[in-house]
């Protein structure tokens, strides 16, 4: 286990280097950020002095290395535009976008798992037909067309939700959260929709796939012959087996509502990491670009780092494998 977790974290060290690069590169090659902090009628003098606090004008090496251990503490920077600490500003953002992933998260999961299921056990159900035309148009609808839909039925049509901001939020300590006011709450449903319905449909899906695959298997025929209970022969049996492409997919889904809640952030203007990075490639501020990319990967890393973990408490097959696996080295 020990070794299993330590090979994981330094494969994940050399994709976060690569990371690490492809965020540097972006000040060699994505405009010119001396040009877009000044004006044209600037001294050439002024851009030099200004490049030269920067540190643009060292060697590439040596600027990489400044760039991968200022990022190893948490230091990205100034941001061109705002003139402020670029963690500074990924802080006043983070709490935003955390809420709104982790409502979607929780939508994604209570709504696709138990529809999975459903849509399994109840083929052919009426239900269970709805359910899978709405998973096919889920999952085939652009997201940026899901919240302009929305907000038109909602926000204009019936006037009964926000169709942008975040609404009112209250500060506990340096974590702003809409959670406890009306309005946060209200603004939240519509965006937190947007971004977890793909990830419903698509875990609904994938779990219904895997209950039919389980419930044709030997043992869960072996296990009705015996007189078991339906209920222990779906939950107990059927589903415990089909977690770990679950729990895969999950993960996944996860890092990359973290990842896209660009879109969603953008339709309904949710002041959060997804709308800072927009208008930092709007305005070439590669700091924050920079360092939205190796948040993003960062926590990609350690969600894929936790799904492997868990596959151990899981899947016993693969402890045992491992076992396996140490007893022939040895």
């Not at 609404?167 to 947007?194: A, C, M, N, Q, R």
């Amino acid at each position: 286990m020990l070794y299993f977790i330590i090979q994981r974290m330094l494969q994940s060290v050399l994709v976060m280097l690569v990371v690490a690069a492809i965020s540097f590169a972006l000040f060699s090659y994505v405009g010119d950020p001396i040009e877009a902090m000044t004006g044209e009628d600037d001294p050439i003098e002024l851009k030099q002095q200004l490049r030269a606090s920067l540190g643009l004008d060292q060697p590439i090496p040596i600027q990489f290395a400044r760039f991968v251990g200022n990022a190893v503490q948490g230091d990205f920077g100034v941001s061109y535009r705002a003139r402020q600490p670029v963690m500074q500003l990924i802080a006043e953002r983070f709490p935003a976008t955390m809420e709104l992933v982790f409502v979607a998260s929780l939508i994604a999961l209570f709504v696709g798992i138990p529809a999975g299921i459903y849509t399994a056990l109840r083929r052919d159900s009426p239900v269970s037909y709805a359910l899978q035309t709405g998973s096919l148009i889920g999952i085939s609808m652009p997201t940026f067309l899901t919240g302009i839909l929305l907000i038109l039925v909602f926000s204009v049509w019936l006037k009964v939700l926000p169709s942008f901001g975040r609404g009112e939020t209250v500060d506990i300590g340096w974590w702003s959260t809409g959670f406890l006011t009306v309005s946060g709450l209200k603004s939240l449903i519509l965006p937190s929709i947007t971004l977890g319905l793909f990830s419903t449909t698509l875990i609904m899906r994938l779990v219904r796939t895997e209950m039919l695959e389980v419930m044709r298997t030997d043992y869960i025929k072996f296990a009705r012959a015996r007189g078991l209970r339906d209920r222990s022969i779906n939950f107990r049996h059927a589903f415990k087996n089909t977690l770990v492409p679950v729990v895969t997919i999950t993960g996944m889904q996860v890092g990359s509502l973290i990842a896209f809640a660009i879109i969603t952030e953008t339709v309904f203007q949710w002041p959060g990491l997804g709308l800072l990075f927009i208008q930092a490639v709007g305005n070439v501020d590669i700091p924050v670009m920079a360092a939205y990319l190796v948040l993003t990967a960062l926590m990609f890393v350690v969600i894929n780092l936790a799904v492997d973990i868990l596959y151990f408490f899981i899947d016993p097959r693969l402890r045992a494998d491992r076992a396996v696996a140490s007893g022939a080295t040895t």
